[in-house]
């Protein structure tokens, strides 16, 4: 059976950051902001991500766990535990990533951050010769 695709492998990195919910960003002053209060840092993070060009960006929530040697935290009955740790995910490429950690500095400080090295796979419709659709026939053009 010929394949109907082809497959290429592209080298991209992901760099995991892992906080608490409740920890919050940093805003420019102002009477609004003021009184809207600091935006959540992991959704900061995210549109910040967004702003640069990052190919994914995305907050995986935890359940159960901890980060960075502190309590093993569990996720509420009733109420939402803003200490149980959470990642943002950011995948791109390697340079981009570490100029979006540089760049963001400021609100990444202090945060566990783990790179890891990974491959973007791409399929794409393969044009098929003739011959392989009937076969026997000659090749056309």
């Known amino acids: 059976m ?9 080298e991209v990195g992901m760099i995991r950051i892992y906080m608490k919910p409740g920890d919050r960003g940093r805003v420019a ?3 609004k902001t003021f009184f809207a209060g600091k935006p959540q840092l992991y959704r900061q993070v995210v549109q910040a991500a967004k702003a640069a060009g990052i190919m994914n960006a995305i907050a995986h ?21 803003p200490e149980l740790t ?37 399929l794409e419709a393969q ?9 026997g026939a000659e090749a056309v053009g």
Request: with cysteine.
């Open 2 to 10: 010929t394949a109907s695709h082809v497959m290429t492998a592209h």
């Open 29 to 31: 002053g102002g009477v």
């Open 61 to 81: 929530n935890g359940h159960y766990g901890y980060s960075n040697h502190g309590r093993i935290q569990d996720e509420g009955v009733e109420i939402a535990n």
């Open 86 to 122: 959470m990642c943002v995910e950011l995948i791109g490429d390697r340079e981009q990533l570490e100029t979006f950690c540089r760049d963001h500095g400021a609100l990444l400080s202090g945060k566990v951050m783990i790179y890891k090295h990974l491959e973007r796979w791409r």
């Open 127 to 135: 044009a098929l010769d003739q011959r392989e659709i009937v076969p």
